[in-house]
């Protein structure tokens, strides 16, 4: 039986022990530290994760399935991969856990099996607060089918999703409700257990997008009832892998796109072609990293579904309170303006993603001036496409100030201090 519950412990981060695993942090430019808050896109890599990569490629490199050691070892070394992910996103069974090329690639490959399923007069809901890999696989795949499509509205005053349009949308004729955890450009997390409730209560399937939650929060498919998540390695310190989770009565008959030759078993079906082994080698690593992390904060946690729930308690703690010092230091510059949740009570609606329009100068020229301070952020929408035309913000977008739990409140103080210096 998992642990669903949030582990409760002795949660606080030591930071110089987090970025000692973290060689990129300890970066100059022009004599001063570099600070990384371009982890949306991409986080920095623990040694442990490159390492194992290598220890991959060099000792145990070979195909899946042979009847030699290398082979076996292989395998073996995969199959705890899948265990590893299995406890990540809160799910008891490895086989439902199928790793791809990234989200994006993996998405298109269930939308495609999806809309097989699908017929003319069937509806596909998708948001406007979405990364467009949550909407653009599902709106082809509704061509292809002859499927309606419903886009989710947003209050644009705070980033976050209509509820009420979401309501009004849904109806019996609801297949799938494509939704994201958390947004990738502004912060929000979603009421996920309300909208999966609400979606199952008309008959209707729900896929989430956990790329940009799973590096701040605990991701439970089990107490979220999801029908699929996917979510990405190199957002929470792996490498470049992508990972599909879906129930076992979907996986199973969904007819997945695949080579005669090649497993019919799970998660056999849904993993085409020959995978980046290296790379699943770097996932487990990265999960152990996860969980290193949690055993460090809470020497009660005993699984390692366990240590991974202490170590998001300890991430999300220090996250918010870094957020909040960020969100706190940027409202006071006349010159910019946060889109998303600035409520210091309403923290915990959002992850410490920040994105910021400057009154005077445009989102690259931000990012260009802060690289020339040695801060690493990124600009423009973040694929978030539906997001930044409904904010009416193309073709510019915004900057985007992501925190992880390896930064620390000097660097939140330096970019609020370069940022006051920007006239
Ligand atoms: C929220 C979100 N969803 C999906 C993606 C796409 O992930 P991938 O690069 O693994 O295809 C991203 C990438 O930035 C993202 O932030």
């Not at 892998?241 to 079906?269: C, F, N, Q, S, W």
């Not at 957020?323 to 230091?329: E, F, K, S, W």
Request: net charge negative; with cysteine; aromatic share 8%.
């Amino acid at each position: 039986m998992m642990p669903n519950s949030h582990y409760k412990g002795q949660m606080t981060l030591n930071l110089t022990s987090v970025r000692s695993h973290f060689p990129a942090l300890s970066r100059s430019i022009n004599g001063r530290p570099v600070v990384f808050f371009d982890g949306p896109a991409g986080s920095q890599t623990p040694q442990g994760v490159a390492e194992a990569v290598s220890r991959y490629m060099l000792h145990t490199n070979a195909n899946h399935g042979g009847a030699f050691t290398t082979s076996r070892e292989s395998d073996a070394l995969l199959q705890e991969a899948h265990q590893a992910v299995a406890d990540l996103v809160g799910t008891p069974d490895p086989d439902l856990i199928a790793f791809g090329t990234n989200m994006t690639t993996l998405t298109f490959a269930l939308s495609r099996a999806l809309a097989r399923t699908w017929k003319h007069g069937d509806e596909v809901m998708v948001t406007r607060l979405d990364h467009d890999a949550n909407v653009t696989p599902w709106v082809l795949a509704a061509r292809d089918a002859g499927a309606e499509v419903r886009q989710v509205g947003i209050h644009k005053e705070d980033c976050t999703l209509d509820l009420d349009d979401f309501a009004a949308k849904l109806s019996p004729r609801t297949r799938l409700v494509a939704v994201g955890c958390a947004s990738n450009a502004v912060g929000t997390i979603n009421p996920l257990k309300r909208i999966i409730e609400q979606a199952h209560a008309v008959g209707a399937q729900v896929f989430l997008d956990a790329v940009h939650h799973a590096p701040h929060a605990a991701m439970d498919v089990t107490a979220w009832d999801c029908d699929y998540l996917a979510c990405s390695a190199y957002k929470f310190f792996g490498p470049h892998v992508g990972v599909l989770y879906g129930k076992r009565e979907h996986m199973e008959r969904l007819p997945a796109y695949k080579l005669r030759p090649a497993p019919d078993d799970l998660p056999g079906r849904w993993m085409t072609g020959t995978q980046s082994h290296e790379g699943i080698a770097g996932t487990l690593a990265a999960v152990e990293y996860l969980a290193d992390l949690g055993r460090s904060v809470s020497a009660r946690a005993s699984s390692r579904r366990e240590a991974l729930l202490a170590a998001y308690d300890a991430i999300q703690t220090y996250e918010r309170d870094l957020g909040g010092h960020l969100i706190r230091g940027l409202s006071q510059l006349p010159q910019i303006k946060i889109w998303g949740i600035t409520d210091s009570a309403r923290l915990t609606e959002r992850v410490p993603t920040i994105a910021l329009t400057h009154a005077q100068r445009p989102a690259c020229a931000v990012a260009e001036y802060l690289n020339h301070h040695g801060i690493f952020v990124w600009h423009g929408n973040f694929y978030a496409l539906s997001l930044t035309e409904t904010l009416g913000l193309e073709p510019e977008g915004m900057v985007r100030i992501g925190l992880l739990h390896y930064n620390l409140a000097e660097e939140v103080d330096r970019v609020i201090s370069v940022l006051g210096e920007l006239r």
